[in-house]
């Protein structure tokens, strides 16, 4: 099984701390945009005949500001053209300020039934620092069209000014509503965003502010019932994202539009990030990737710890053996030697503590030179 992603680069505008592909000022180009996407999905469906894809993804930019017909017609295309599992995991991203109910009902119909929502946090003012075009109350309006549909809202920590109890607000609002899945991510600030610019100025949480924040959120969440799955994911049980599993168990995957990622057959390869080379190379017929690489075998086998040890999950020991015919602990005797007391193991699994998984980063660190 496998998964598919596909990037809508469309937004009303950016929010501050946004470092994807999008493009606040050229919805005029969705259109011939998604020509081109259906095109794409055409040029690369012969070899992806022997697929059978289990998720689709609709990620951006903001997929949910577009029409809803070329949503449609995109699931169409997949449809006609690759083979979906029986009853396929199928999610569209979506703005609180851009949601309607002929929007959700042309979804449906498109066959989405899981939607994410972004919410980011309960407090109007902070939405407004972040420049995200939705309010608190549109979010409620949203979730109250979603009621019954399997949804998950996305929770930002380390906010400028951001408290405990905002967090509460704000995880208390996701749950109330009836958010199936909540995902709660600390905030990177990129270089070259507007936000960068707060945390130069020191006006942003350091890091021991938002590891107490997590810790908070988590032991909330936990009572709410929200199963911790991986490190910024939580769920009811049952309703873990299937499409990011498939990324932490090192599935394979392919990427349609401007800037999307694939991992096929062992190679990893990216789109164009550029709109009109996009828009260019498909009309000529030609895939737009602009970068391809083999992952070589042990990069693959850090690839396959690092992402494992990201879940509650961990790893066992028989699916390494499985994927690379050997033992993961001498593969990487002296990192597991020198962090052995950040797991636990129960049999053939190992899972990084409780308590340590939030740092995750800094004892992965340790496996990357072997």
């Excluded at 009902?105 to 407090?123: D, E, H, P």
């Excluded at 494992?308 to 990487?332: H, M, P, V």
């Amino acid at each position: 099984m496998a998964g598919i992603y596909i990037h809508v680069p469309f937004c009303k505008h950016k929010c501050t701390y946004c470092d994807f592909t999008s493009f606040p000022d050229k919805l005029n180009f969705a259109e011939s945009y998604m020509a081109c996407l259906y095109k794409e999905i055409e040029l690369r469906s012969k070899e992806l005949k022997d697929y059978v894809f289990d998720t689709v993804y609709f990620g951006g930019g903001t997929p949910s500001l577009i029409d809803p017909k070329y949503i449609y017609g995109a699931m169409k295309q997949i449809t006609r053209l690759l083979r979906l599992s029986k009853n396929p995991e199928v999610t569209i991203e979506m703005n609180p300020g851009t949601v309607s109910e002929s929007k959700l009902k042309t979804y449906s119909s498109a066959g989405i039934n899981r939607y994410s929502v972004g919410l980011q946090t309960a407090i109007d003012s902070q939405l407004e620092n972040l420049n995200r075009i939705h309010t608190v109350r549109e979010f409620m309006t949203c979730a109250a069209l979603l009621k019954g549909k399997n949804f998950s809202a996305d929770v930002m920590l380390g906010l400028k000014g951001q408290t405990k109890e905002d967090v509460k607000k704000t995880i208390e609002l996701a749950a109330g509503v009836g958010a199936k899945h909540i995902s709660m991510y600390a905030l990177t600030p990129e270089d070259g965003t507007p936000i960068y610019t707060d945390y130069l100025n020191g006006e942003l949480p350091d890091g021991d502010e938002v590891r107490e924040l997590y810790d908070f959120g988590y032991a909330l969440l936990k009572e709410k019932g929200y199963i911790r799955y991986e490190v910024s994911n939580f769920a009811k049980k049952g309703y873990e994202s299937r499409h990011n599993l498939n990324y932490w168990k090192r599935g394979e995957y392919i990427g349609f539009g401007v800037s999307a990622s694939s991992f096929m057959k062992g190679k990893r390869f990216t789109n164009t990030f550029d709109l009109d080379e996009y828009i260019k190379c498909v009309l000529s017929g030609f895939p737009p990737v602009i970068e391809s690489e083999t992952v070589e075998k042990e990069d693959a086998k850090f690839e396959f710890v690092m992402l494992a040890l990201r879940t509650s999950e961990g790893i066992t020991s028989t699916d390494y053996s499985a994927a690379f015919g050997s033992d993961w602990k001498e593969d990487f005797k002296t990192a597991y030697n020198k962090t052995s007391s950040y797991f636990e193991e129960e049999g053939d699994r190992t899972r990084i503590k409780e308590e340590y998984l939030y740092v995750q980063n800094q004892i992965l660190t340790e496996f990357m030179n072997g």
